[in-house]
């Protein structure tokens, strides 16, 4: 077996979206995994070493660029939250800034390309929380907001816990448009 190359200790905002990005892309493709619908992400990092980049899916093929454009979904987050979720740093994924996609489900892009509204994530752990914005197509409202803590909220993205469950047990609260939420979870259904 090959031995894997280590993870690099940083990556930029640009390096993810020019080379990396789009090689795991191709990699999951040539590996037979299943091809995503048509869709455009919109990435918004603030802060220092920040700046927007649209990913657009067509045809089973990835394109990226640096700017802004209409997307069907948007994450907007600061650029440490995003450098720690690709360096999987303090408890954070992939998975907080990659649509998931799991194993024996539908694609589910044509549903999010159908939402409008906002999702903001507060994902508790050590230290600061992880804050993150999800917005479909461009849409402010209706707003929701997500309180739980960061490693149940990455459980629930890989279907190791049931959203419904944890929200009756108190591990998942609410604030906000409970009708737009339940739009937004049927997409990981």
Known sequence: MAEQAPAPDDVTPAQFFRELLPAGFAAQQ?????RPGDITLGYRLTGAGGGSWIVDIRDGRMHTREGEGDAHLRFTLST????????????AALALILPAQ???RPDNSGRAKALKGTLALELSRDGEPFKEELTFNGAETPRTVIK????DYLDMQTGKLNGQEAFMTGKLRVEGDMAFLMQVSA???
């Open 80 to 91: 440490e939250h995003f450098r720690e979720a690709v360096l999987g740093r303090n408890g």
């Open 30 to 34: 040539e590996a037979g995994q299943a």
């Open 148 to 151: 739980m803590k960061l490693a």
């Open 102 to 104: 799991r194993p024996g």
């Open 187 to 189: 997409l990981t259904a």
